[in-house]
């Protein structure tokens, strides 16, 4: 019984003794889940003995160097790679990312750029085009690619997108700071973010 720290192997009939701690993370409501019908509450309340809410990684942007050096560590140790830094520029991209995937997202970059990495430093140019911004400019017209021409209120909503991605860069991804930039409420941003696609 998980209570009771006693536990059966498959087949066995003794019953052994553990001292460990169980840790389980979810990205669910499990309260909603209960009142749907869809999780055991007695499991629930079996493992809910300290809660603790982590923030996804786009709101703790401080805490983006320091998990891109613990996993430049590990991947170059893995790998047997002399890397030592990740330079300031490369930095400043994986900080200004939005992280959809969280941490395990960043972990699969750092991976992939030890991997393409040939020198001692990691640079930005081993990062994946959609963290350099070489990919945005790509998919959506910079400001100089403008086509005159067009309806304004088309040519509008193209610089209306490339603003809300260059504050959202510059706030490193916390929406409450591009909204501020932007001089809009966070829900206008949000209905913006979904409007161009970028949420």
């Not at 050096?69 to 170059?76: D, Q, Y």
């Not at 140019?125 to 067009?150: D, H, I, M, V, Y």
């Not at 260059?166 to 949000?190: C, E, P, T, W, Y």
């Amino acid at each position: 019984m998980l209570q009771d720290r006693k536990f059966r192997r498959v087949g066995g009939t003794t019953e052994l003794e553990s001292d460990v701690r169980l840790l389980a993370a979810t990205n669910r409501d499990l309260s909603a889940m209960i009142a749907g019908g869809q999780f055991r509450e007695d499991l629930y309340y079996r493992l809910n003995v300290v809660t603790l809410q982590v923030s996804p990684l786009r709101e703790r942007v401080e805490d983006i160097p320091l998990l891109a050096f613990h996993f430049l560590r590990k991947f170059a140790q893995e790998m047997g790679r002399s890397i030592q830094s990740i330079a300031p520029e490369a930095l400043r991209n994986l900080q200004g990312h939005t992280w959809p995937g969280n941490v395990r997202e960043l972990q699969n970059v750092i991976e992939r750029a030890v991997l393409f990495c040939s020198g001692d430093i990691l640079l930005a140019e081993n990062l994946p085009e959609t963290l350099t911004g070489q990919a945005l400019c790509k998919q959506q017209p910079c400001f100089s690619e403008l086509e005159l021409g067009r309806p304004l209120p088309d040519l509008l909503e193209q610089v209306e997108g490339e603003l809300i991605r260059k504050a959202l860069v510059q706030a490193r991804g916390v929406q409450a700071q591009a909204a501020d930039l932007l001089g809009i409420s966070r829900s206008n941003l949000q209905y913006k973010l979904k409007k161009h696609l970028l949420l």
